[in-house]
């Protein structure tokens, strides 16, 4: 699950530590009322990421794991600068970065290659972790990420971080089925506000 709303302005947050408005409080549980109760719930550090799984965790009487790898990218000199800004201040890096973000690395800002290692860690925690329903609230960086790999995308130029959207509070369910000696396969399930309960996935 991505995060919901968030205090102040639209723009590059990255690693601030912003609250939650309160209608992004109320999204995030929207949404969790629909999903089946996790075994493993683990978020990442962020308060608006761990402000609603710490409650979800006691709500369903878990523990709530904290990853800082799973926190959102960090955009350096940019963070917390609106985009209308930087098109007028800085366009050309600005354009630089939308173009291919996998080599426009924002100034000061953590390299995507670095970004990428940090997720796929957080990723092979969640395969061999030993509960088989997961739940992860983490950030649209990294979701992207992860499903950009899910579904074979093109990793890169990294324009994927431009082209997939995921909105706040937003659900995006993943079936991995582990094969020895094998890549997991992964199954996109359904990625959106979830509108009605969602059952567990039949295990074969």
Known sequence: MRHGECEGPQGLRGQMDVELTCAGRSAMRASAVHLPR??????????????????????WAIECCIDSDLME???????????????????EALTAFWQDPARAT???????????????????????????????????????????????????????????????????????????????LVQLLFLGVPQAPMKLPDIV
């Open 73 to 91: 990218i960090h955009f350096g000199d940019w963070e917390g600068r609106a985009l209308g800004e930087l098109a007028r201040m800085e366009p």
């Open 106 to 184: 924002p100034p000061g800002g953590e390299p995507l290659a670095t970004f990428n290692s940090r997720v796929e860690r957080a990723w092979q925690r969640c395969l061999t972790a030993p509960e088989s329903y997961q739940l992860i609230i983490t950030h649209g960086g990294v979701i992207k990420t992860w499903l950009a790999q899910a579904l074979k995308m093109d990793m890169q130029h990294a324009m994927y971080l431009h082209r997939l959207e995921i909105a706040h509070a937003s659900v995006v369910r993943l079936r991995v089925d582990l094969v020895p000696d094998e890549a997991p």
């Open 38 to 59: 996790p075994e493993r719930l683990v978020c990442s550090p962020l308060k608006r990421c761990h402000t609603v799984a710490t409650e979800l965790a006691e709500q």
